[in-house]
Each structure stands twice: as structure tokens, then as C-alpha cells.
């Protein structure tokens, strides 16, 4: 089985189709084998977060429809809403122009930040000052 070429498949038409183990192999991990995910909710176009994916969670997410990532910190797969319930499904999933990138497109179920709040991207930051943004959903 191939790997794909990227600066090839950036010419190619739409509705053009590749073989889905080609096209994994052919992402562009780290060197942990790792990938950036950004989660995306799928009818607002609402940022929810960024974490990691390697192959294995990406070939569970796409067989079960439920988002598992890859938990650097604790070293093990993590199945988002597996002990909150605030679950994520996917709806779609898509590769950025060089394969270095994922993004998700889901259904969020509850709050996508640990920190209990909707999405992780609470913290906006001026010239001036960093403000917090949102409070945790209560």
C-alpha cells in the first residue's frame, strides 16, 4: 500500500478518493507519533479544543464515531466523556493541506474543557492584559 503525497493530492480535483490505511500512514505524526486535533462543534463552528491523536485513535474514533485521543500526560488513550459524560462524536473528520493537522468536526456533549467550561479557549489575551473569558457551566 502507497503512502500518499500531499503536494500531488493539492492538485487533485474534488471527489478524487484514496485508500483510508494509505492515507493514516500517510499523515504527518511527530516524533511520538502523535498528530494535533482541533475539535471543532460542527454547527457553530465553535473552537472547543486541541489535543493529540495517534493512529490507533484515530482508527477508534472513525469505527466507533466516539473521539479518543491520546493523553500525553497520563500516557494512555483518552475517550473524551468517558468519566464526565460530556462526550464528543464525530460527525466529520479532515486532514489540513500537508497532513499535519486534524479537524474534527463534533457533536459536544456538556462542557469540552476540563475545567468544566465550554471550550479551552477561555484565556484571551490583549496588548494589555490577560482577561478570563467564561465562567464553568454550572
Not at 37 to 52: F, K, N, R
Not at 68 to 75: D, F, P
Not at 81 to 100: F, I, K, P, R, Y
Request: proline content about 2%.
Amino acid at each position: 500500500m502507497a503512502t500518499l503525497d500531499w503536494k500531488t493530492l493539492e492538485k487533485e480535483d474534488a471527489g478524487s478518493k484514496h485508500d483510508l490505511q494509505s492515507a493514516l500512514d500517510s499523515l504527518r505524526y511527530n516524533q511520538d507519533g502523535l498528530i494535533p486535533a482541533i475539535a471543532q462543534q460542527h454547527d457553530t463552528g465553535e473552537v472547543l479544543m486541541m489535543a493529540w491523536m495517534n493512529k490507533l485513535s484515530i482508527e477508534e474514533t472513525l469505527k466507533t464515531g466516539h473521539v479518543c485521543y491520546w493523553s500525553r500526560s497520563r500516557q494512555t488513550y483518552w475517550r473524551k466523556g468517558e468519566s464526565s459524560g460530556h462526550q464528543q462524536n464525530l460527525v466529520s473528520m479532515a486532514t489540513d493541506c500537508d497532513g499535519d493537522t486534524l479537524l474534527l468536526k463534533v457533536n459536544q456533549k456538556g462542557p469540552a474543557c476540563h475545567t468544566n467550561r465550554r471550550n479551552c479557549f477561555y484565556n484571551e489575551i490583549t496588548r494589555e492584559e490577560l482577561t478570563i473569558s467564561a465562567n464553568p457551566v454550572k
